[in-house]
Protein backbone atom coordinates (compact mmCIF):
# COMPACT_ATOMS: atom_id res chain seq x y z
CA UNK A 1 0.00 0.00 0.00
CA UNK A 2 1.46 3.58 -0.27
CA UNK A 3 1.48 5.76 2.14
CA UNK A 4 0.15 9.64 2.12
CA UNK A 5 3.15 10.92 1.42
CA UNK A 6 4.30 8.60 -1.45
CA UNK A 7 0.82 8.95 -2.84
CA UNK A 8 0.77 12.76 -2.93
CA UNK A 9 3.72 12.63 -4.55
CA UNK A 10 2.84 10.75 -7.22
CA UNK A 11 -0.03 12.30 -8.46
CA UNK A 12 1.21 15.52 -8.26
CA UNK A 13 4.06 14.07 -10.68
CA UNK A 14 1.21 12.90 -12.74
CA UNK A 15 -1.39 16.39 -13.07
CA UNK A 16 2.55 18.17 -13.73
CA UNK A 17 3.16 15.65 -16.71
CA UNK A 18 1.80 17.27 -20.13
CA UNK A 19 1.26 13.83 -21.21
CA UNK A 20 -0.98 12.51 -18.76
CA UNK A 21 -4.32 12.79 -19.52
CA UNK A 22 -5.67 13.40 -15.98
CA UNK A 23 -8.86 14.63 -17.13
CA UNK A 24 -10.15 15.14 -20.80
CA UNK A 25 -9.64 17.95 -23.03
CA UNK A 26 -10.49 19.09 -26.46
CA UNK A 27 -9.07 21.41 -28.85
CA UNK A 28 -12.00 22.72 -31.11
CA UNK A 29 -11.40 24.83 -34.36
CA UNK A 30 -12.67 28.08 -32.72
CA UNK A 31 -9.89 27.19 -30.16
CA UNK A 32 -7.12 26.84 -33.41
CA UNK A 33 -8.92 29.96 -35.19
CA UNK A 34 -8.56 32.00 -31.82
CA UNK A 35 -4.39 31.08 -31.83
CA UNK A 36 -1.63 32.75 -33.13
CA UNK A 37 -0.01 29.79 -35.06
CA UNK A 38 3.30 30.09 -35.78
CA UNK A 39 6.23 27.93 -37.71
CA UNK A 40 9.54 29.37 -36.64
CA UNK A 41 11.02 27.42 -39.60
CA UNK A 42 9.21 26.31 -42.75
CA UNK A 43 8.58 27.05 -46.50
CA UNK A 44 5.73 28.30 -48.69
CA UNK A 45 7.48 26.34 -51.54
CA UNK A 46 4.39 25.35 -54.95
CA UNK A 47 3.69 22.42 -54.74
CA UNK A 48 2.62 22.47 -58.56
CA UNK A 49 5.85 21.05 -60.11
CA UNK A 50 4.76 22.52 -63.58
CA UNK A 51 3.67 26.08 -61.78
CA UNK A 52 5.05 28.38 -64.68
CA UNK A 53 6.44 31.93 -62.58
CA UNK A 54 7.42 30.83 -58.88
CA UNK A 55 6.29 34.42 -58.39
CA UNK A 56 2.50 34.02 -58.91
CA UNK A 57 1.32 31.19 -56.37
CA UNK A 58 -0.47 28.76 -57.86
CA UNK A 59 -4.30 28.03 -56.94
CA UNK A 60 -3.04 24.82 -54.97
CA UNK A 61 -0.55 26.88 -53.01
CA UNK A 62 -2.96 29.20 -52.08
CA UNK A 63 -5.65 26.57 -51.09
CA UNK A 64 -2.95 25.07 -48.65
CA UNK A 65 -2.04 28.71 -47.02
CA UNK A 66 -5.65 29.10 -46.12
CA UNK A 67 -6.43 25.76 -44.94
CA UNK A 68 -3.11 25.47 -42.70
CA UNK A 69 -4.67 28.06 -40.35
CA UNK A 70 -1.39 29.48 -39.95
CA UNK A 71 -0.57 32.89 -39.07
CA UNK A 72 3.36 33.16 -39.77
CA UNK A 73 5.70 30.95 -41.11
CA UNK A 74 9.70 31.73 -40.95
CA UNK A 75 11.16 31.64 -44.57
CA UNK A 76 14.93 31.07 -45.41
CA UNK A 77 16.81 33.63 -47.86
CA UNK A 78 19.64 31.73 -47.88
CA UNK A 79 21.50 28.56 -46.36
CA UNK A 80 25.18 26.92 -45.91
CA UNK A 81 28.49 28.49 -47.35
CA UNK A 82 28.74 28.03 -51.34
CA UNK A 83 27.72 30.77 -53.56
CA UNK A 84 27.04 34.48 -53.16
CA UNK A 85 25.13 33.91 -50.49
CA UNK A 86 24.57 37.83 -49.93
CA UNK A 87 22.70 37.85 -53.61
CA UNK A 88 20.75 34.49 -53.59
CA UNK A 89 19.53 35.88 -49.92
CA UNK A 90 18.57 39.65 -51.82
CA UNK A 91 17.11 37.89 -54.88
CA UNK A 92 15.43 35.71 -52.56
CA UNK A 93 13.85 38.76 -50.90
CA UNK A 94 12.71 40.10 -53.91
CA UNK A 95 11.16 36.74 -55.55
CA UNK A 96 9.17 36.48 -52.09
CA UNK A 97 8.09 40.64 -52.39
CA UNK A 98 6.49 39.74 -55.47
CA UNK A 99 4.92 36.60 -54.16
CA UNK A 100 3.40 38.51 -51.89
CA UNK A 101 2.43 41.57 -54.39
CA UNK A 102 0.54 38.50 -56.18
CA UNK A 103 -1.29 37.71 -53.36
CA UNK A 104 -2.06 40.76 -51.39
CA UNK A 105 -5.60 39.57 -49.27
CA UNK A 106 -3.63 36.28 -48.11
CA UNK A 107 0.39 36.93 -47.67
CA UNK A 108 2.32 39.89 -45.99
CA UNK A 109 5.30 40.43 -44.70
CA UNK A 110 6.35 40.47 -41.18
CA UNK A 111 8.48 43.13 -39.70
CA UNK A 112 7.05 43.96 -35.71
CA UNK A 113 5.04 42.07 -33.39
CA UNK A 114 1.69 44.40 -34.75
CA UNK A 115 2.77 42.76 -37.91
CA UNK A 116 1.69 39.37 -36.72
CA UNK A 117 -1.32 41.11 -34.73
CA UNK A 118 -2.50 42.45 -38.48
CA UNK A 119 -1.89 39.30 -40.00
CA UNK A 120 -4.08 37.46 -37.36
CA UNK A 121 -7.06 39.43 -37.44
CA UNK A 122 -7.46 39.79 -41.23
CA UNK A 123 -6.27 35.71 -41.80
CA UNK A 124 -3.15 36.72 -43.55
CA UNK A 125 -0.25 34.26 -43.50
CA UNK A 126 2.79 36.34 -42.63
CA UNK A 127 6.17 35.60 -44.19
CA UNK A 128 8.90 36.01 -41.67
CA UNK A 129 12.43 36.70 -43.49
CA UNK A 130 15.64 34.00 -41.83
CA UNK A 131 18.68 33.24 -42.89
CA UNK A 132 19.90 29.50 -41.86
CA UNK A 133 23.66 30.71 -41.71
CA UNK A 134 25.98 34.08 -41.30
CA UNK A 135 28.38 33.18 -44.00
CA UNK A 136 26.55 36.04 -46.11
CA UNK A 137 28.09 38.24 -44.14
CA UNK A 138 31.83 37.29 -44.59
CA UNK A 139 33.22 39.99 -42.35
CA UNK A 140 31.73 42.84 -42.37
CA UNK A 141 28.74 42.79 -39.50
CA UNK A 142 27.33 46.40 -41.55
CA UNK A 143 25.66 43.74 -43.78
CA UNK A 144 23.19 42.78 -40.67
CA UNK A 145 21.80 46.85 -40.84
CA UNK A 146 20.82 46.07 -44.65
CA UNK A 147 19.87 42.74 -44.27
CA UNK A 148 17.17 44.00 -41.65
CA UNK A 149 16.20 47.07 -43.71
CA UNK A 150 15.30 44.76 -46.41
CA UNK A 151 13.37 42.82 -44.01
CA UNK A 152 15.76 40.23 -42.30
CA UNK A 153 14.48 39.43 -38.66
CA UNK A 154 15.76 36.10 -37.90
CA UNK A 155 19.68 35.26 -38.62
CA UNK A 156 20.87 31.22 -37.98
CA UNK A 157 24.55 31.70 -36.29
CA UNK A 158 25.97 28.55 -38.39
CA UNK A 159 24.42 26.21 -40.30
CA UNK A 160 26.07 22.33 -39.93
CA UNK A 161 29.71 23.46 -40.79
CA UNK A 162 32.26 25.92 -39.18
CA UNK A 163 31.84 29.34 -40.37
CA UNK A 164 33.83 32.91 -39.26
CA UNK A 165 31.67 33.43 -36.49
CA UNK A 166 31.44 29.69 -34.84
CA UNK A 167 31.20 26.06 -34.95
CA UNK A 168 28.04 24.26 -36.54
CA UNK A 169 26.83 20.88 -34.67
CA UNK A 170 29.19 18.39 -37.34
CA UNK A 171 32.48 20.23 -36.42
CA UNK A 172 34.02 17.72 -33.85
CA UNK A 173 36.47 20.63 -32.48
CA UNK A 174 33.51 22.40 -31.20
CA UNK A 175 34.95 25.38 -30.67
CA UNK A 176 32.72 27.39 -29.71
CA UNK A 177 31.79 31.29 -30.81
CA UNK A 178 35.31 33.12 -32.41
CA UNK A 179 35.37 36.07 -31.91
CA UNK A 180 34.09 37.87 -34.55
CA UNK A 181 30.69 35.70 -33.26
CA UNK A 182 31.08 37.52 -29.96
CA UNK A 183 30.61 40.64 -31.94
CA UNK A 184 27.64 39.25 -34.11
CA UNK A 185 25.96 38.64 -31.17
CA UNK A 186 26.33 41.85 -29.67
CA UNK A 187 25.25 43.46 -32.97
CA UNK A 188 22.28 41.25 -33.17
CA UNK A 189 20.88 42.59 -29.76
CA UNK A 190 21.62 46.01 -30.71
CA UNK A 191 19.82 45.84 -34.25
CA UNK A 192 16.67 43.83 -32.57
CA UNK A 193 16.80 40.96 -34.76
CA UNK A 194 16.14 37.55 -33.31
CA UNK A 195 19.40 35.18 -32.95
CA UNK A 196 18.55 31.66 -34.13
CA UNK A 197 21.17 29.29 -32.87
CA UNK A 198 20.03 26.13 -34.55
CA UNK A 199 22.47 24.05 -36.43
CA UNK A 200 25.27 25.44 -33.71
CA UNK A 201 27.45 23.38 -32.18
CA UNK A 202 26.82 22.50 -28.59
CA UNK A 203 29.67 25.03 -27.15
CA UNK A 204 28.67 27.85 -29.34
CA UNK A 205 25.04 27.72 -28.45
CA UNK A 206 25.74 28.07 -24.80
CA UNK A 207 28.15 30.70 -25.20
CA UNK A 208 25.83 32.53 -27.19
CA UNK A 209 22.97 32.13 -24.91
CA UNK A 210 25.52 33.33 -21.84
CA UNK A 211 26.21 37.02 -24.29
CA UNK A 212 22.75 37.46 -25.65
CA UNK A 213 21.12 40.54 -24.71
CA UNK A 214 17.93 39.33 -26.52
CA UNK A 215 16.02 36.34 -25.82
CA UNK A 216 17.62 33.79 -28.46
CA UNK A 217 15.75 31.00 -29.80
CA UNK A 218 16.30 27.86 -31.34
CA UNK A 219 13.56 27.56 -33.70
CA UNK A 220 14.07 23.61 -35.14
CA UNK A 221 15.62 21.32 -33.03
CA UNK A 222 14.71 18.41 -31.06
CA UNK A 223 16.07 16.89 -27.56
CA UNK A 224 19.42 15.21 -27.69
CA UNK A 225 18.72 13.61 -24.01
CA UNK A 226 16.37 11.38 -25.95
CA UNK A 227 18.21 10.71 -29.03
CA UNK A 228 21.63 11.51 -29.32
CA UNK A 229 21.96 13.42 -32.89
CA UNK A 230 24.25 16.26 -33.54
CA UNK A 231 21.14 18.38 -34.51
CA UNK A 232 19.39 17.87 -31.51
CA UNK A 233 19.93 19.96 -28.18
CA UNK A 234 21.18 18.73 -24.39
CA UNK A 235 18.62 19.70 -21.90
CA UNK A 236 21.71 21.98 -20.26
CA UNK A 237 21.49 24.18 -23.11
CA UNK A 238 17.44 23.65 -23.45
CA UNK A 239 17.59 24.89 -19.77
CA UNK A 240 19.69 28.24 -20.25
CA UNK A 241 17.88 29.23 -23.38
CA UNK A 242 14.78 29.26 -21.17
CA UNK A 243 16.29 30.96 -18.32
CA UNK A 244 17.57 33.37 -21.13
CA UNK A 245 13.39 33.92 -22.13
CA UNK A 246 14.44 32.27 -25.47
CA UNK A 247 11.72 29.23 -26.97
CA UNK A 248 12.81 26.04 -29.05
CA UNK A 249 10.99 24.77 -31.59
CA UNK A 250 10.46 20.75 -32.10
CA UNK A 251 11.08 20.02 -35.78
CA UNK A 252 9.06 17.35 -37.56
CA UNK A 253 12.50 15.44 -38.79
CA UNK A 254 14.04 12.02 -38.60
CA UNK A 255 16.77 13.19 -36.31
CA UNK A 256 13.86 12.68 -33.19
CA UNK A 257 14.63 9.11 -34.06
CA UNK A 258 17.86 6.88 -34.24
CA UNK A 259 17.16 5.41 -37.48
CA UNK A 260 14.45 6.12 -40.17
CA UNK A 261 10.90 7.75 -40.30
CA UNK A 262 9.74 9.62 -37.36
CA UNK A 263 6.08 8.82 -36.02
CA UNK A 264 3.63 11.35 -34.59
CA UNK A 265 4.62 9.78 -31.27
CA UNK A 266 8.07 10.36 -31.59
CA UNK A 267 8.11 14.07 -32.30
CA UNK A 268 5.32 14.21 -29.20
CA UNK A 269 7.83 12.70 -26.90
CA UNK A 270 10.12 15.49 -27.64
CA UNK A 271 7.80 17.71 -27.39
CA UNK A 272 6.72 17.30 -23.69
CA UNK A 273 10.09 15.96 -22.75
CA UNK A 274 11.31 19.76 -24.25
CA UNK A 275 8.34 21.44 -21.96
CA UNK A 276 9.43 19.19 -18.81
CA UNK A 277 12.75 20.28 -19.44
CA UNK A 278 11.97 24.43 -20.44
CA UNK A 279 8.83 24.67 -19.17
CA UNK A 280 5.84 25.30 -21.50
CA UNK A 281 6.48 28.65 -22.12
CA UNK A 282 9.67 28.29 -23.71
CA UNK A 283 8.85 25.68 -26.31
CA UNK A 284 7.01 25.90 -30.02
CA UNK A 285 7.53 24.11 -33.45
CA UNK A 286 9.58 24.65 -36.28
CA UNK A 287 9.11 22.05 -38.91
CA UNK A 288 11.38 22.70 -41.07
CA UNK A 289 9.17 21.63 -43.98
CA UNK A 290 6.89 22.93 -46.61
CA UNK A 291 3.21 24.19 -45.78
CA UNK A 292 1.99 21.95 -49.07
CA UNK A 293 2.08 18.15 -48.42
CA UNK A 294 4.71 16.35 -50.27
CA UNK A 295 3.09 13.77 -52.69
CA UNK A 296 5.31 10.53 -52.73
CA UNK A 297 6.00 9.49 -56.37
CA UNK A 298 8.48 8.49 -58.84
CA UNK A 299 9.66 12.15 -58.97
CA UNK A 300 9.48 12.94 -55.26
CA UNK A 301 11.69 9.92 -54.87
CA UNK A 302 14.01 11.14 -57.41
CA UNK A 303 14.39 14.70 -55.88
CA UNK A 304 15.08 12.96 -52.62
CA UNK A 305 17.58 10.68 -53.99
CA UNK A 306 19.43 13.50 -55.93
CA UNK A 307 19.30 16.26 -52.78
CA UNK A 308 20.83 13.49 -50.15
CA UNK A 309 23.92 13.12 -52.47
CA UNK A 310 24.38 16.64 -53.24
CA UNK A 311 24.25 17.24 -49.77
CA UNK A 312 27.09 14.93 -49.28
CA UNK A 313 28.98 15.85 -51.64
CA UNK A 314 28.77 18.86 -50.09
CA UNK A 315 29.50 17.63 -46.20
CA UNK A 316 26.71 19.35 -45.16
CA UNK A 317 24.66 15.88 -44.77
CA UNK A 318 23.68 14.68 -40.64
CA UNK A 319 23.72 11.48 -39.41
CA UNK A 320 20.15 10.05 -40.42
CA UNK A 321 19.40 11.73 -43.60
CA UNK A 322 19.42 8.82 -46.58
CA UNK A 323 17.90 8.43 -49.73
CA UNK A 324 14.58 7.30 -48.82
CA UNK A 325 14.61 8.93 -45.31
CA UNK A 326 11.50 11.38 -45.31
CA UNK A 327 11.88 15.03 -44.11
CA UNK A 328 8.52 15.27 -42.41
CA UNK A 329 6.59 12.98 -40.08
CA UNK A 330 3.75 11.73 -42.42
CA UNK A 331 1.26 11.19 -39.42
CA UNK A 332 1.08 15.08 -40.57
CA UNK A 333 1.69 15.48 -43.53
CA UNK A 334 -0.81 17.88 -45.10
CA UNK A 335 -1.64 21.47 -44.36
CA UNK A 336 -3.51 21.32 -41.46
CA UNK A 337 -0.81 20.03 -39.38
CA UNK A 338 -0.44 22.05 -36.31
CA UNK A 339 -4.31 21.52 -36.01
CA UNK A 340 -3.98 17.96 -35.90
CA UNK A 341 -1.25 18.01 -33.60
CA UNK A 342 -3.02 20.53 -31.23
CA UNK A 343 -5.75 17.81 -31.17
CA UNK A 344 -3.50 14.68 -30.72
CA UNK A 345 -2.16 16.71 -27.59
CA UNK A 346 -5.21 17.60 -26.28
CA UNK A 347 -6.90 14.36 -26.34
CA UNK A 348 -3.31 13.69 -23.93
CA UNK A 349 -4.61 15.97 -21.38
CA UNK A 350 -2.49 19.29 -22.46
CA UNK A 351 -5.08 22.11 -21.79
CA UNK A 352 -5.87 24.85 -24.48
CA UNK A 353 -3.80 27.34 -22.84
CA UNK A 354 -0.66 25.18 -23.01
CA UNK A 355 -1.71 24.53 -26.72
CA UNK A 356 -1.94 28.09 -27.83
CA UNK A 357 1.33 28.51 -26.34
CA UNK A 358 3.10 25.80 -28.48
CA UNK A 359 1.36 26.57 -31.80
CA UNK A 360 2.59 30.51 -31.52
CA UNK A 361 2.33 32.17 -28.79
CA UNK A 362 5.87 31.67 -27.19
CA UNK A 363 7.39 32.59 -30.49
CA UNK A 364 5.11 35.77 -30.78
CA UNK A 365 6.39 37.07 -27.29
CA UNK A 366 10.40 36.43 -28.25
CA UNK A 367 9.27 38.36 -31.13
CA UNK A 368 7.45 40.97 -29.46
CA UNK A 369 10.75 41.22 -27.21
CA UNK A 370 13.41 41.33 -29.97
CA UNK A 371 11.44 43.53 -32.63
CA UNK A 372 9.59 45.68 -30.97
Not at 185 to 193: K, Q
Not at 302 to 325: C, D, F, M, N, T
Amino acid sequence: MLSRRTFIAASTALAAHPGVASERHSYTTKDYERAMVIDALGAVSDPEPDAAIETEPSARLLKDLRESGLTAVSVTLSVGSTGDRMAKAIRRIATLNEKIAAAPDLLMRIRTAADLTRAKDTRRLGLIYNVQDTSLLENDLSRVTTLRAMGLRVMQMTYNTRNLVGDGCLERADSGLSNLGRELVAELGRTRVVMDLSHSGRATIAEAIREARMPPVISHTGCRDLHDHPRNVYDTELRALAAKGGVAGIYFMPFLVPRGNASKDDLIRHIEHAVNVCGEDHVGLGTDGNVSATLIDDGYRKYLREEYESRVAQGIAAPGEGPEVHQFILDYNHPRRFFTLAQDLAARGWPARRIDKLLGGNFARVYAEVWG
